[in-house]
């Protein structure tokens, strides 16, 4: 018997390849066990439903609540792997330290420097 659960943030979201009635979410038959089925549901990326924020209402075209996310042709996916490989090593950033090295109690004078 299959179910449908929630999952929990941080989860993976993606409907079930066959509905209740054991219709392919691809493919439309029922019953189905296309192996291209099967890798096109493995393959796929989903994300909450932009239209009706998953809640199915108002007939969004959603599969139960998700859309799927376009996956980015390969000339996409080359250059973003380019562009991670040649991107500069990120330089440390945090707040300047302001340091005191000493003082002359006489006039009071202090000298400070940002490191």
Known sequence: MHTQTTAPAGV???????NFAQFCLW?????????KC??????????????????????CPCAGGLME??????????????????????KPVGRPEL???????DDLLYVWELR
């Open 12 to 18: 993976v979201l993606k409907p079930v390849r066959l």
């Open 27 to 35: 493919c439309g038959d029922r019953w189905c066990q296309s192996p």
């Open 38 to 59: 099967v890798d096109l549901h493995d393959q796929s990326v989903w994300q909450l439903c932009s239209e009706c924020d998953g809640s199915q209402v108002g007939g």
């Open 69 to 90: 996310v376009p996956a980015p042709s390969s000339r996409v996916a080359q250059l973003l792997a380019e562009a991670q490989n040649t991107q500069p090593a990120p």
């Open 99 to 105: 340091v005191c090295y000493g003082s002359d109690a």
